[in-house]
Each structure stands twice: as structure tokens, then as C-alpha cells.
């Protein structure tokens, strides 16, 4: 590839929106140390990533949380130095607690209603793609508030199975003890 046809390839990177919270979930977005910009968390791809694993990641890395993946939400494009860069986001769910620190280009993560955040982003291109992906992250939310959704089924590590033979034998013991002691 000459030079003057990696000029011209895109940028492609992915992220989230990333909600934390059920009742009013809330929006994250972050602050970049250097531009002083406040964004929705993003990056590049790294070589042959898939999208989705790219936003997965670059979601904890700016915002220090694991997340759940889920619908896709739509990408945006916007000229960069020359180039076009494509993002792609889907919709996430922030899980638990902080797991990582942030990276050291992310200077601090903020967790907003829609309309607050929407307000908060620096980038004109990124208000208007919440504004109209937003709602639709925020109705999905809802909606998965409201279903009855099963807890997944743990499995047992080795530990977990001892201890639970254990306590079932312990238990076949007690019942037969009193089955002999009521038929003797």
C-alpha cells in the first residue's frame, strides 16, 4: 500500500454508551486529559479486533468498568486530520463496581442523566448521535428493568463441589440415622 493510500484509509474505532443504574440509569461519559474535552468513551481498533471487542475494551479502559454488551446502536464519522474516522457504538451496562484505574489520557468519568450528558459532551457530533441513540439505549434499559430475566446458573469450581457432596452426604447420613431410629 503506497503512502498516499494509508492517508487516505479511515480511522476506525468503537465504543458505548455505557448506562449504569436501573431505576434512572445514568449516561458515562469522560473527560480527556489532554484536548480538556468531555466525550463518549472510544478508541481505535487495534489490528485485526473485531468492533465489539474493541468497545468492550476501550470502555474499561476509560471508564475503569467491566461491561455487559449489548445492542448495536449505530457509528458516526467525522473528518480527523485529514481522514475519516468511523466509530461504531453499541449500547453497555456498566457491571458492579470500578475494576481498573482510568487510562492515563481519561482524566475523570462521569455519570449523567441523558439530557445532562447530552449537554455535557464537547464534540457537536457526539451530541447529536446521543440525542438520537440515547432514547434508544434508555428505552432498552427499561425494558430489560422490567423483564424477568433468570440469574445465570453458576457452576461449581472444585471447592464449591466438595463442599456440596459433603453436605448432601451429611444430610443422606442425618436422614437415615432417624429412619433407624424410628424403626428400631
Known sequence: MTDSAKGQAPILAAGGIVLRGNAR??????????EKAWVLPKGKLLPREH???AAKREVLEETGYEVSVHEFLGSMSYAVEGRIKIVQF???RAVGTPVGELMGDVK????LALKDAVATLTRPHEKVF??????????????HARAKVKPPRRKLDKLGRQAFVKAVGSWVG??????ARRAG
Open 25 to 34: 440509569p445514568r449516561v458515562a461519559v469522560v473527560r480527556l486529559r489532554r
Open 51 to 53: 468492533p465489539r471487542d
Open 90 to 92: 453499541w449500547l453497555m
Open 108 to 111: 475523570a468519568v462521569k455519570w
Open 130 to 143: 446521543l440525542t438520537h441513540a440515547g432514547p434508544l439505549a434508555l428505552k432498552h434499559a427499561r425494558a
Open 174 to 179: 442425618r436422614i437415615a440415622q432417624a429412619s
